[in-house]
């Protein structure tokens, strides 16, 4: 800000920051980044959350004299009334914590992430013509299939291929966690050997 205190404010930083990254986390260092670029605050803000930062801290001359920290976590950015939820912690006590809190933004984001995966799953689809009604119905976010199939090769293949490819669909994974297949394959009408997710090709 070209202000006479910018240059202790930056040395608090980099001493703060020199301090985070002697901690470790996920059996790892911590890694810090002290963005000194001449971007305005809510700029620098966003950029951080946009490239997935957990946390983010903003020290100003304020929070350098009562030895605080400004932090907001990247999975819970809001209060209720929609106002950014920024923290002003004590530093000496928000140091230590952060292992801990990185463990808890992780869990929290991969719960959340689960959840939705598998809420856009849809399964009991046994029927091609089902897979067909499924798509038509043009979803802005269709979600996927978990269908069964016998493991076809060559061009019993080739043609599953084609028929996927008229719907724009791609055959995405097997899942680890998927049920046994107990059922026919929905593309030759054989025993099914295993499960898989199909989705739309964007």
């Known amino acids: 800000r070209d202000n006479p205190e910018d240059e202790e404010v930056l040395d608090y930083c980099k001493a703060l920051a020199k301090e985070i990254a002697g901690l470790r986390a996920f059996d790892e260092p911590v890694r810090v ?3 000194v670029s001449g971007a305005k ?15 983010i801290l903003e020290i100003g001359p304020r929070d350098m004299a009562e030895d605080k920290v400004a932090m907001i976590r990247r999975d819970a950015l809001y ?4 106002k ?5 912690l004590a530093k ?15 869990t929290k984001l991969h719960a959340e992430a689960s959840e939705r995966l598998r809420s856009n ?21 269709p979600g996927w299939l978990e269908v069964q199939w016998c493991r076809a090769t060559g061009d019993e293949l080739e043609a599953i291929e084609e028929r996927l490819k ?10 680890v966690d998927a049920g ?7 593309f030759t009408g054989k025993p099914a050997v295993e499960r898989i997710i199909i989705g739309k090709a964007y």
Request: glycine share 6%; proline share 5%.
């Open 41 to 55: 605050t809510q700029t620098k803000r966003w950029s951080w959350v946009k490239k997935g930062a957990p946390i």
């Open 84 to 88: 950014l939820d920024t923290k002003f």
């Open 180 to 186: 046994a297949a107990d059922g026919s394959c929905i």
């Open 166 to 175: 008229k719907l724009k669909l791609t055959i995405r994974n097997v899942p």
């Open 33 to 35: 980044k002290v963005d």
């Open 92 to 106: 000496g006590k928000f140091i230590p914590e952060i292992p801990a809190l990185l463990l808890d933004i992780q």
């Open 121 to 141: 799953i849809t399964r009991g689809i046994e029927h091609w013509s089902d897979v067909e009604r499924f798509y038509k119905e043009n979803k802005k976010y």
């Open 79 to 82: 209060q209720d009334s929609g």
